[in-house]
């Protein structure tokens, strides 16, 4: 299959997954652990898409598109292990301090 195929039948996966998640604005402290809930789902995501990307550069022995996955999955660990760290110190005002 060709890139050009395979972008034309790509499904719409980041707007599904922004319309599923993000639904309306949200204020206060629950508002931000529940974004930033939502945006640990987004790039958990993003993490296991370059695992399965990555075993297919892999299965082709695609050095180059091994290297890039290799720096982005590093990259989205740094998100993830972000957004854990802000949930954890978000977490306790969101939820015992009522707003």
């Given at each position: 299959?060709?890139?050009?195929?395979?972008?034309e039948d790509a499904p719409d996966e980041?707007?599904?997954?922004?319309s599923q998640l993000f639904t309306g604005t949200r204020t206060?402290?629950?508002?931000l652990l529940r974004d930033l809930q939502d945006l640990y789902l987004m790039a958990a995501e993003c993490d296991i898409t370059w695992t399965?990307?990555?075993?297919?550069?892999y299965g082709v022995r695609d050095k180059d598109l091994l290297?890039?996955?290799?720096?982005?999955?590093g990259?989205?660990?740094?998100?993830?292990?972000w957004l854990r760290t802000r949930m954890k110190s978000a977490a306790p005002q969101a939820l015992v301090v009522a707003d």
């Open positions: 299959m060709s890139a050009r195929r395979g972008r980041p707007d599904r997954l922004h206060g402290g629950i508002g399965v990307v990555g075993q297919a550069a290297a890039v996955v290799r720096e982005c999955e990259e989205t660990a740094i998100q993830l292990k």
